[in-house]
């Protein structure tokens, strides 16, 4: 809402914040890690998908744009449990 505010309208959402972190096999990751990763990569593009749409459909237009990763696509041990549940899961919210 502060933004309309300032600015008029919302016409335009890019999520584009990702995180990770540094032990990324799954017998290692803490759930405090493991909660961190998904707060900021999932959570945060759902709170900001949920704080702007009512504005975008009352001004009858708006795009969301959620910058992702392959690895929301093909889970791997590279990028870790935390994270390609994260990327998932925000592929799934723009779905």
């Not at 300032?6 to 990702?18: E, F, H, M, Q, T």
């Not at 975008?56 to 041990?77: D, E, K, P």
Request: with cysteine; net charge positive.
């Amino acid at each position: 809402q502060d933004a309309k505010d300032k600015l008029g309208r919302i016409d335009i959402l890019v999520n584009n914040a990702g995180t990770n972190i540094p032990v990324r096999s799954m017998k290692d990751v803490s759930v405090e890690d493991f909660q961190k990763v998904i707060d900021t990569n999932l959570k945060g593009c759902f709170f900001f998908c949920h704080s702007v749409l009512p504005l975008m459909r009352a001004q009858a237009g708006g795009t969301i744009l959620n910058v992702s990763s392959i690895a929301g696509m093909r889970a791997s041990v590279l990028s870790g449990p935390s994270y390609c549940a994260s990327k998932f899961g925000m592929n799934a919210l723009g779905n």
